[in-house]
């Protein structure tokens, strides 16, 4: 295929391609439908990761743009309820953020050495969300080096001088910094430990001269209601002609062929019948019913944890929902190895969690806290927005590193307070905010130790402390 059209976006896709999907559309509206519902689950967090690479990487305008390709941005603050980009995200460590194009060629990180007690990584994901390799405290240490990332198609010699090469299975992928920050006192030092973080790429770092530059890239501006609808399909086609196709999906990728999804070529949700439509709508509801159910009978018993949802290709074996699950509910999660996160929904009882309904309390008995090499972190969202939650104390968690000043209950354990108002002055110390609502929490540990993952380490539960209040 013409890289012109691989390449270059809708605008300039319609000049070679004069049909759009009602020409390539040959299913029937019953198959349809299946091969929609499976399409969907596959390219959703395709599509979920390109609205965050063009708020962050293209659009100069957005409040959350960060840097341009093949550049470095850092945020020098924890998370707050102001920031967007993310859903569900992480306040414990300071983010640094690098989108890379490597069709023209691949890119040096280099990583300075920082202290051995502080939690640093660079998690390294390609387009389909999947969590291909790993630099920092747990990988390669925390002394630093140079770590070069490939595409797909790079065919030359790895220098010398580079401490290891890694691979991209797509020519658009996302390398997600992660600097522990151990409070508001130690924000100038994690700027310091940004400011060693050194994007370049390999012509520039060897001081070569640079390959021909790749075409240039004609973005589509996202829709509001891009990932919920047919239109979804219009921006997988445009990030699969950066995903060359794996051997063990072509037989997928040839059913989804049938409905019009196709690397690089056009999809107009206009060109479709009403039938074909329905179809699509239909079989994008079936998914999302199919996820709901997974999530209440398998998420939210915790029979399923992050560490299952998140990872390499390998390790996610085709389970396409599991992967749709993983973007859906904290986009860019950690690998099982790096961190592992449990997500509170429901109480005790199993009834979804509501602070205006209940006060909740979440109990530790004494030596069973969070096993954790690195860290823990509890951390409060919004149930409505996934977002953090606004509060009088600008507490958006409670983690390890605040133990000494948490007051413990007389046997030793540890009583922390779930509620939109606050406890009693004695207990403030241990309050973690809610909002007037639904909420969810997320406990993070990262480095976990071996007790969590085979289950040897039980996970406390949310008690509601009072009578409904309504």
């Not at 001269?209 to 509001?224: G, L, Q, R």
């Not at 062929?257 to 999809?267: D, L, N, S, T, V």
């Not at 009693?424 to 905010?433: C, E, G, M, V, Y």
Request: neutral net charge; charged residues 20%.
């Amino acid at each position: 295929m013409n890289i012109a059209i691989r390449t270059a976006g809708f605008g300039l896709m319609t000049m070679f391609v004069s049909c759009g999907v009602g020409a390539s559309f040959t299913a029937t509206p019953e198959e349809a439908r299946g091969i929609a519902k499976e399409a969907y689950l596959y390219g959703f967090p395709v599509v979920e990761m390109y609205k965050t690479l063009y708020t962050q990487a293209v659009d100069k305008k957005s409040p959350n743009f960060k840097a341009p390709l093949n550049q470095i941005g850092n945020t020098a603050m924890a998370f707050t309820p102001k920031d967007t980009a993310f859903v569900t995200p992480n306040a414990d460590t300071p983010y640094s953020f690098v989108w890379m194009d490597l069709r023209a060629e691949p890119v040096v990180l280099t990583l300075p050495p920082i202290e051995e007690h502080r939690y640093y990584s660079v998690q390294l994901i390609d387009a389909y969300t999947q969590n291909f390799a790993y630099l920092g405290t747990r990988s390669t240490g925390n002394n630093g080096g140079h770590f070069m990332i490939a595409g797909p198609n790079w065919q030359g010699q790895q220098p010398v001088e580079i401490d290891r090469l890694l691979r991209s299975e797509t020519d658009i992928a996302y390398a997600l910094y992660r600097t522990q920050l151990f409070d508001e006192k130690d924000l100038a030092k994690v700027k310091q430990i940004q400011k060693g973080y050194k994007v370049e790429t390999l012509s520039h770092y060897v001081k070569q001269k640079a390959p021909p530059t790749a075409p240039k890239i004609d973005w589509p501006k996202p829709t509001p209601t891009m990932s919920e609808t047919p239109d979804l399909f219009r921006y997988l086609n445009f990030m699969l002609a950066f995903a060359p196709a794996q051997d063990v999906e072509k037989d997928l990728l040839g059913r989804f062929a049938k409905i019009g999804i196709e690397a690089g070529k056009p999809f107009k949700p206009s060109d479709l019948t009403p039938e074909q439509r329905k179809a699509l709508e239909d079989g994008i509801s079936d998914a999302k019913a199919e996820f709901a159910q997974f999530q209440k009978d398998k998420v939210n018993t915790h029979q399923v944890s992050s560490g299952d949802l998140f990872g390499t290709r390998d390790h996610l074996n085709g389970n396409y929902l599991y992967r749709y699950a993983g973007a859906n509910m904290g986009i860019f999660g950690n690998s099982a190895e790096e961190a592992n996160y449990i997500g509170y929904f429901v109480d005790k009882d199993g009834q979804p969690v509501d602070a205006s309904r209940h006060d909740y309390t979440l109990h530790f008995d004494k030596g069973a806290l969070p096993p954790a090499d690195a860290f823990w972190s509890l951390t409060m969202y919004d149930g409505k927005n996934k977002l953090l939650v606004a509060n009088p104390l600008n507490r958006y968690l409670i983690n390890s590193r605040m133990l000494p000043n948490l007051k413990l209950d007389a046997d030793g354990g540890l009583t922390l307070y779930v509620q939109n108002k606050a406890p009693a002055k004695d207990l403030q110390s241990n309050w973690l905010p809610a909002p007037n609502g639904p909420f969810y929490g997320v406990l993070r540990l990262y480095l976990p130790k071996p007790e969590v993952t085979n289950g040897q380490w039980k996970m406390p539960l949310l008690t509601p402390a009072n009578p409904s209040k309504q």
